[in-house]
């Protein structure tokens, strides 16, 4: 079974930057599009962006320009660079594939950013 491990979230300033890792356990990595996601409390899930196998990238229009997705496919790592942060960037982050059937979800890392 895949295991995701998100790590790197934290407490910062409106304007200031985080980066953040998501080791993923298993080959399946390799070959699929991997996503970053984040959630609110009370509201759902949200895909901000995502990577293919290939390296193509895709964001929301929220964080267009502020975060970049990278992955390293030697250390099955997909990483976050958040740029810019906003207090609505508050959220639980989460990695997960792309698209289509989800795997189990990690515990996430909190972002939280103060105004």
């Known amino acids: 079974q895949v295991q995701l491990v998100e790590s790197g979230g934290g407490l910062v300033q409106a304007g200031e930057s985080l980066s953040l890792s998501c080791a993923a356990s298993g080959s399946i990595f390799r070959f699929r599009t991997m996503g970053w996601y984040r959630q609110v409390p009370g509201s759902q899930r949200e895909l901000v962006a995502t990577i293919t196998s290939g390296g193509g990238t895709a964001y929301a229009d929220s964080v267009k320009g502020r975060f970049t997705i990278s992955r390293d496919n030697a250390k099955t790592t997909v990483y976050l660079q958040m740029n810019s942060l906003k207090p609505e960037d508050t959220a639980v982050y989460y990695c997960?594939?792309?698209?289509?059937?989800?795997?189990?979800w990690g515990k996430g890392t909190l972002v939280t950013v103060s105004s």
């Open positions: 997960n594939l792309g698209g289509g059937r989800l795997l189990t």
